[in-house]
Nanobody, 127 residues
């Protein structure tokens, strides 16, 4: 069983930056990719970004492209989400997720195909 623990959320002014971290643990950690999703109050959970664990290929939602950067540290079993130029509409609970099955590009954006989830971390952006 893989456990995911997010950290780094908080309150920031519009235009500011935050970096989220997601530490993975558990015996036999073996995933294909790790992603970030978010859910704002009253809205459905939406895809943010994904990175393949071995090759480091990335894919982003259009709403965050050019502002957010996903990266990973294989040695630490940790994935990061660097968020810059934050907007009030980025306010949400951000979730880290891991999947065991291959995906590519848009095919990585379906949350039901992720096997493990963290508890979420709140990001609030004030105007």
């Amino acid at each position: 069983q893989v456990q995911l623990v997010e950290s780094g959320g908080g309150l920031v002014q519009a235009g500011g930056s935050l970096r989220l971290s997601c530490a993975a643990s558990g015996g036999g950690f073996s995933v294909y990719a790790m992603g970030w999703f978010r859910q704002a109050p009253g809205k459905e959970r939406e895809f943010v970004a994904v990175i393949s664990w071995s090759g480091g290929s990335t894919y982003y939602a259009n709403s965050v492209k050019g502002r957010f950067t996903i990266s990973r540290d294989n040695a630490k079993n940790t994935v990061y989400l660097q968020m810059s130029s934050l907007k009030p509409e980025d306010t949400a609970v951000y979730y880290c997720a891991a999947r065991r099955v291959y995906c590519s590009g848009y095919g990585c954006s379906r949350d039901r195909e992720y096997d493990y989830w963290g508890q979420g971390t709140q990001v609030s952006v004030s105007s």
